[in-house]
Nanobody, 119 residues
Framework: QVQLTESGGGLVQAGGSLRLSCAASGRTFMGWFRQAPGKEREFVATISWSGSSTYYADPVKGRFTISRDNAKNTVYLQMNSLKPEDTAVYYC????????????????WGQGTQVTVSS
């Protein structure tokens, strides 16, 4: 059983930055997803074990950067130029199989960390 713990969320003004961390990772792709109030959980970004492959959802391209430090068993999500529409609970997850962009392809999840962006 893999246990994931997200941290780094908080309240920030629009245009600000936050860095999320996910302690514990698997030897596979690791992804970040988010869920806004009243909406379904959606894909944000994912990164391969080596870190050489990264993929992003269109709304965050150019603003968010996913990275990992395997020596620390930690995955990061650097979020810059934050917008109110980025407000959500952010989750990290371990990829199992299937499409990298789908929630059902990930089998272990953290409890989430709240990110609130004020306008």
């Amino acid at each position: 059983q893999v246990q994931l713990t997200e941290s780094g969320g908080g309240l920030v003004q629009a245009g600000g930055s936050l860095r999320l961390s996910c302690a514990a990772s698997g030897r596979t792709f690791m992804g970040w997803f988010r869920q806004a109030p009243g909406k379904e959980r959606e894909f944000v970004a994912t990164i391969s074990w080596s870190g050489s492959s990264t993929y992003y959802a269109d709304p965050v391209k150019g603003r968010f950067t996913i990275s990992r430090d395997n020596a620390k068993n930690t995955v990061y999500l650097q979020m810059n130029s934050l917008k109110p529409e980025d407000t959500a609970v952010y989750y990290c997850a371990v990829f199992a199989s299937g499409s990298l962009y789908l929630e059902r392809s990930y089998d272990y999840w953290g409890q989430g960390t709240q990110v609130t962006v004020s306008s």
